[in-house]
Structure formats: structure tokens, C-alpha cells
């Protein structure tokens, strides 16, 4: 029974004694004490020896304190259990009503008696879309899913369309403008004209995101309850011939150019090398490796249903969507939270171009990123006071990331991922004199670590730690910082029998699609000497 909710019949008073030598001198501490003890032991124990002046090299005294007030509540629990006891054998109480006071309080403070928690919607629909996924119904969501897609990318053509009319609009006003400035107009002049379009620009792309935004919500809103209703329908009935018939594949209304444009992905070859690796002391395990070339947008860009694999792509990862081989990514970000340049702007501009039909949209998941990384900082700063010149400074760290830190977005509407690891570096990794100890490095270690605790079998993984390639990453920074990643994932692979009792994964190396054939087959050449890759063994037949 707890302390604090004992409920003695009245308060009583004993008295604490003491002794203890003080030099020559034989010293008594008496404390009377109200018992049951409310107090902590340990701020009692302070007080006792601030207010006696005891000295504090007397550590017994804290020790014959705790024993005293122990031994002290037994007996008061032992007495009044004894008393309850007598009033229950004396008829004084009522056992019925006692019997239902410890009935209720059992049920209320036990977990096997609580009342289970309600599904929710989310959950609901993941198992309805689980189930329809992986029945004859499935090519049947494949090509409603597509046909909103092909809706989204043809109204985000007619958004670009649109912006790139009035660019060229207010291009042709500016140049006239900038004609007469001396003449007729001043430099106040032309800066009210550059005012007025930008607002018109923010005007133009406030009303296109509304209405993205708004069409988004229907069609997610529409395909959860058809998703719904096509369950229970083929639950009723077996036969989904005359479903799979109601939906077919939309034909594109794009014109051929804007196919071809930047924001489509194009097929491009692109060379990879596969390798089978064993690793473990003992127990070994089969681990899948391979190396690829390619843009690292390329697995997340949707396809036409048109080109080449495109749709078994998409069933692959519809498949594995509610499973335990999930898809991972790494894409290395600066470390504002955000989606307004560089390679997160392109990967926000990808994500929108599909609606997302189970999981919040990349704007509202980097939002919540956004409150927990400032509800950690702030909780970090306050353990320290503030010095004089850190406010601004504290402010400003509040809203970034540390390198080597990482947040994860969850995706159902790329192509062949389903969590983004968006892991935090600086310019320092463009740098030739990184170590295994850096801030990077040991991101990479923690992501590994949460694709063993989270089911995630497949990552791709920045080989060079760049997605594009400069002038100072001559021949031999790439071998060099190829290495040093090989080395490394490989010790981090061998702790993930640790991890994960040794599941077999597969690592896929991703190198900038600018780099040369001749490099990349270097590179190939490379891993097979840092990794033990599995020997063929050829048979043949003995005459």
C-alpha cells in the first residue's frame, strides 16, 4: 500500500533519538515526528542537520532516519489493518459494500479490465486499403489513383502556364519602364511597378495553391470513401469482374511538350551494379547491396502508366505500403526546416504532384517537425541561463537543426519510397577531411538504426554524401570519401544483428547522375574489396 494513501484513525507523535560523538562529547538528537511521515526523507534529513548544526560527515544519520520512519509506518499499517480486521469479524462494516469498493477500484486500476481503445479512421481505412491491395481489386486502385494524378499534373500545367504568361507579361512592362527612367519616371516609379508584381506573382500562386489545396483534400476525401464502399461491396459479393471494369486509365490531356518538360520524369539509362554480401562473426547474414546512378528525385517521380514498368513500380509499393518491408530514402537537407530552396524545394514540388491518400501532405508534417525541434530546443535552453549576447543567438539556433540530425517524413504517393529520411549537413561535407566521427556519418548511423526498429528493409543511401557534383570532387576525393561511407555502413550493417536479430536488407549506394561511367566502375570495383561479397560457385558434371 502506498504511503500517501494510507488512512490512519489519527495522527501520532514519536520521537526520533539519535546518538552520536561529537569529539569527546557523547551527543543526543531527539525529533519528535508526526506520523504517518508526509514529508521526503531526504528534505527532513537536510533540515534536521541545517537547524541541529550536525556535522556533515555523519552519514548514519539519514540511514537511522529512513529506518526509524519505515519500521515506524509498518507498525501504524499492522495496527490498522488489525483494527479492520476486528471491526469486519464484529459485523461493524458492511461486506457487501466493501466487497464492490474493491471490485471497482480493482477494474479501474488494472489494465486487462480497461476498455479498449476505439479504432480510428486512419486505422480503419489502412486495413480496408491492406486488404484491397492485395485482391483482384487492386488493378482497380492503381488506375484511380492515376487518373488523379494525371487531373493534379494537368492542373499544375495549367498553374505554371499561367505564372510563366504573366512573368513574361510584367518582363515586357519592366523593360519599357526601365526605358524611361530619366525621362519621364524616377527610380520611386519603378520601384512601385516591381512592387505591384510581385504582389500580383504572390496573388497569382496564393489562389493556385488554395485551389491545389482544395483539390487535394476532395480527392483524398473521394477515394477514402470509394475505397470504403468497394470493400464492403466485395464483401457481399465475391465476383469484382464488373468492378474492375468501372475504372479505367484517363488519357492524358498534356500535349507532348509539357511531357517532356522538367517537371516529368524522363527515362534516362542509368547504370547499377548488384552485389550479395554475408556479414556477422558467427550467425551470418545475407545482405542485398547495390549500386546505382541516378537522380535522387528519380524514386520519387511518378511515371506514365505508358512507360516502361511504371505501374508494377507503383503495385510494388502499394503492396509493401501496410507491411514490414518498407522503402527508405536518404535526402540530405540544410538545416532549416523548411520546403522553400534547393533540393527540398524540388522534392515538395515532386510530392504535390500526387495526392497523398494516407498520410498528412509534406507542408502539415514539416509543420509538426517544426513545433517538436522548437519544443526541444526550448527545453534545452532553459536548462542553462542565458549569458549576456546569446538571446539573438538562441533564437536564431531554435529554428534549424544541428548536422548530423534528421527527421522523417512518411509518403504514400511517391513512386518508390515510403519514408524520407531528411538528414541535416553543412557545407563541411563537401570538404575532403570528413571522419568517421562526423556529424554525417553518424546521422547515416541513426538511420540505419531506425530502418531495424522500424521495418524498413530497403534504404538509399548518398554514396559521396552529395547529390550533385563540383569542381573540387576530383577523382580522388570520390574514392576517398567512397571508402570511408563503405567502411562505415558496413560496421553499421554488422550492429544491426544487434538491432534486429540479423534481417536480411538491402543498401542501395546512390551516386550523382553527373558523374562519369569510368568513376562509377571504380567505385564498383571498390566495394567488393570492403565488403565480403558471396562467391559464385560453378558445377559441373563429371564424365
Known amino acids: 500500500m502506498k504511503k500517501n494513501k494510507a488512512k490512519a484513525s489519527s495522527n501520532t507523535e514519536k520521537e526520533f533519538v539519535f546518538e552520536f560523538r561529537a569529539g ?125 494524378f494525371v487531373s493534379i499534373s494537368e492542373l499544375i500545367s495549367e498553374r505554371d502556364m499561367e505564372i510563366k504568361k504573366l512573368q513574361e507579361r510584367q518582363a515586357a512592362e519592366m523593360d519599357k519602364v526601365m526605358h524611361e527612367l530619366g525621362n519621364t519616371l524616377s527610380d520611386q516609379d519603378v520601384n512601385a511597378v516591381a512592387s505591384q508584381h510581385f504582389d500580383a506573382q504572390q496573388v497569382l500562386e496564393n489562389r493556385w495553391a488554395s485551389e491545389l489545396k482544395q483539390v487535394t483534400g476532395i480527392q483524398k476525401h473521394e477515394y477514402q470513401e470509394w475505397v470504403v464502399k468497394l470493400h464492403q461491396d466485395l464483401q457481399k459479393s465475391n465476383n469484382s469482374s464488373k468492378i ?43 545482405h542485398n547491396l547495390r549500386l546505382v546512378r541516378a537522380d535522387v528525385l528519380d524514386f520519387c517521380k511518378h511515371r506514365r502508366h505508358g512507360s516502361s514498368g511504371a505501374k508494377l513500380r507503383r503495385l510494388q509499393t502499394a503492396l509493401s505500403l501496410y507491411s514490414f518491408s518498407l522503402c527508405g530514402l536518404v535526402l540530405l537537407v540544410d538545416n532549416r526546416v523548411n520546403s522553400y530552396s534547393g533540393i527540398k524545394r524540388d522534392f515538395a514540388t515532386v510530392a504535390k504532384e500526387c495526392t497523398d491518400f494516407h498520410f498528412p501532405c509534406l507542408e502539415e508534417q514539416l509543420e509538426e517537425v517544426q513545433q517538436v525541434v522548437l519544443y526541444a530546443r526550448a527545453q534545452r535552453s532553459s536548462k542553462h541561463k542565458d549569458q549576456p549576447g546569446e538571446t539573438f543567438c538562441k533564437k536564431k539556433h531554435l529554428e534549424s537543426q544541428p548536422g548530423g540530425e534528421f527527421y522523417i517524413t512518411r509518403h504514400s504517393n511517391l513512386s518508390e519510397v515510403h519514408a524520407v529520411f531528411h538528414l541535416c549537413v553543412d557545407d563541411n561535407v563537401r570538404s575532403g577531411n570528413i571522419t568517421a566521427r562526423d556529424p554525417a556519418i553518424m546521422g547515416l548511423r541513426n538511420i540505419l538504426k531506425v530502418c531495424c526498429t522500424h521495418d524498413i528493409t530497403t534504404v538509399t543511401i548518398p554514396l559521396l554524401l ?51 561511367e569510368e568513376m562509377f566502375y571504380q567505385l564498383s570495383n571498390m566495394l567488393p574489396q570492403i565488403f565480403r561479397v558471396s562467391s559464385t560457385l560453378t558445377l559441373t558434371s563429371k564424365h
Open 466 to 516: 552529395v547529390h550533385d557534383m563540383s569542381e573540387e570532387m576530383t577523382i580522388p576525393w570520390c574514392l576517398k570519401r567512397a571508402e570511408l561511407v563503405f567502411k562505415c555502413v558496413k560496421g553499421f550493417m554488422m550492429e544491426m544483428a544487434s538491432w534486429d536479430g540479423g534481417v536480411s536488407r538491402t543498401v542501395q549506394f546512390l551516386v550523382p547522375k553527373t558523374i562519369s
Open 244 to 286: 474492375n471494369e468501372e475504372i479505367k486509365v484517363q488519357p492524358s490531356q498534356l500535349s507532348e511538350a509539357a511531357d517532356s518538360g522538367a517537371r516529368m520524369f524522363e527515362e534516362q539509362p542509368q547504370l547499377e551494379e548488384s552485389f550479395t554480401i554475408h556479414l556477422g562473426a558467427q550467425l551470418k547474414t545475407m
Open 24 to 148: 569527546k562529547h557523547n551527543c543526543v538528537l531527539k525529533v519528535p515526528l508526526q506520523f504517518p511521515v508526509q514529508e521526503n526523507i531526504s528534505d527532513l534529513h537536510g533540515r534536521l542537520m541545517l537547524l541541529h548544526k550536525i556535522p556533515c560527515y555523519l552519514e548514519k544519520l539519514k540511514n537511522s532516519l529512513s529506518s526509524f520512519v519505515e519500521k515506524e509506518t509498518i507498525l501504524d499499517y499492522d495496527r490498522e489493518a488489525e483494527l479492520a480486521l476486528q471491526r469486519l469479524t464484529t459485523g461493524d462494516v458492511d461486506v457487501n459494500k466493501l466487497t464492490s469498493a474493491w471490485t471497482r477500484s480493482y477494474v479501474e486500476t488494472t489494465l486487462e479490465h480497461a476498455r479498449p481503445e476505439e479504432p480510428s479512421w486512419d486505422e480503419d481505412f489502412a486495413n480496408v486499403y491492406h486488404e484491397l491491395i492485395h485482391s483482384p481489386a487492386s488493378d482497380t486502385l492503381l488506375n484511380l489513383e492515376h487518373n488523379y
